[in-house]
């Protein structure tokens, strides 16, 4: 997979500012989930405020997605990710005057705010990525992308954890503030051709969602419709990312040493990240890249994140956690980029944008959701054990009426789709 970075400068731009600004994205996600177990820990609406958190993370994305996906179909889209870049290099200094519980108002504000300008930054990347590599590099460029984010989330998390617990929050905002600005150096000598097809900017149609209705038709044309819902049905997870920031706190941060919260915080996510390394590579060697074995894949990812939580909800030993948690997202991410692989392999490079600014439109929704009803359901039973299972079985639902959605879908007769740069972008699972 890495001789797809050597052989094209332009996609190596995009994967170092990958590398560096998702690092730093990691270690601001620990410090978070840090301060506001500390700080709300003596709530009985801990669980609310995590799902608060987890929200404002993909509320902002979803509002915007329609406008930012127009956007990259019709602007530079080097320009979007620099300036999104800078702008929230400037709004994470704003995390470091966070210290008070009566202040979690503000560090949900800047939370708001830091993914508002990410998700032009997202989305842009998103639909550069095709325009950096060749046909045959289609798969790998994929598979790198995801393997990086999930080696980042894997090690990253892990040291975030170790380093929010050793020397504080305080340290973390600031290595996430450089790291954005690191990120736009590297993108600044990219380039890249302009958009292949330039349509009229039209507010009205921002507005009315015209765009992602004429995305959502392309796709109805080309009989990809269930997978476009995928990820709206894995939302159901949304809950398992909030009980990974509640079992930090109440599964092991109350009875440490100072610290413990963060350095299992850091290790439960560290996990999801390994697991999310090995499943696209593990289930491509198994399966292949055929379109109907993608369609087993996303199967095989609700099963798995079903048996590795309900496994989770059983134990209080921190490395059997772990374990149940990286086999869970083993699954998760295989759904993940097997959903993405799918849709991108068919839709046009003039939709690609659109297409995928629905598609996140109703993952962010979902997730958000799902999200905060596991956090009310923490905060009603006070039992992490019972959150768990009732966010498994809820999964489990969804993966079923996934199966039947999907059931008569057509993608696989479907030809590849003819475009300047047909290759799909990298979601991160």
């Not at 005057?97 to 949900?108: N, Q």
């Not at 019972?386 to 007769?413: D, E, H, K, N, Q």
Request: net charge neutral.
């Amino acid at each position: 997979m890495i001789e797809v970075v050597q052989r094209n400068p332009a996609f190596r731009r995009l994967w170092l500012s990958q590398i560096v600004s998702q690092t730093g994205d990691w270690l601001n996600r620990m410090a978070c989930i840090v301060l506001i177990g500390r700080l709300g820990g003596d709530s009985s609406a801990l669980g609310a405020f995590f799902g608060i958190e987890l929200a404002l993370r993909l509320v902002p994305p979803a509002l915007l997605g329609p406008l930012a996906g127009p956007l990259a179909d019709r602007i530079s889209r080097r320009f979007l990710m620099v300036a999104s870049d800078v702008l929230r290099a400037l709004i994470v200094l704003g995390f470091l005057f966070v210290d008070e519980k009566g202040e979690l108002w503000l560090l949900y504000t800047l939370v708001f705010l830091q993914m508002a300008a990410s998700v032009f930054f997202d989305i842009a990347r998103t639909a550069a990525l095709p325009d950096t590599v060749s046909r045959e590099e289609l798969f790998d460029a994929h598979a790198l992308s995801a393997a990086t984010w999930s080696v980042i989330l894997g090690v990253g998390a892990l040291l975030s954890g170790l380093l929010v617990g050793w020397l504080g929050v305080r340290a973390a905002f600031l290595v996430d503030a450089a790291s954005y600005v690191l990120s736009a150096l590297f993108l600044t000598g990219l380039a890249l051709p302009a958009p292949a097809k330039r349509e009229p900017f039209r507010w009205t149609e921002i507005l009315l969602f015209t765009d992602l209705r004429r995305g959502y038709a392309h796709a109805r044309e080309l009989g990809i419709v269930p997978i476009l819902w995928t990820k709206t049905l894995w939302g159901g997870a949304g809950g398992f990312l909030v009980i990974l920031s509640l079992a930090g706190s109440v599964r092991f941060g109350e009875t440490g040493a100072e610290g413990t919260d963060a350095h299992a915080t850091g290790a439960l996510f560290s996990a999801r990240g390994i697991g999310t390394w090995i499943g696209p590579i593990l289930l491509k060697r198994v399966l292949g890249t055929s379109d109907a074995a993608l369609h087993r894949q996303i199967l095989i990812g609700f099963a798995c994140a079903v048996v590795g939580y309900a496994a989770f909800g059983f134990t209080d030993d921190l490395l059997l956690s772990c374990a149940a948690v990286g086999f869970a997202h083993l699954g998760g991410s295989a759904l993940w980029v097997a959903s993405t692989i799918l849709w991108q392999r068919h839709v046009e490079d003039s939709f690609r944008g659109r297409v995928f600014a629905f598609e996140y439109l109703g993952m962010c929704l979902s997730f958000a959701v799902f999200g905060q009803l596991a956090g009310l359901c923490f905060d009603a039973t006070q039992s992490l054990a019972i959150t768990v299972w009732c966010v498994s079985g809820l999964v489990l639902i969804l993966g079923l009426i996934w199966a039947w959605f999907a059931r008569g879908g057509r993608a696989a007769s479907i030809p590849i789709a003819s475009t300047r740069a047909p290759n799909p972008p990298e979601l991160e699972p």
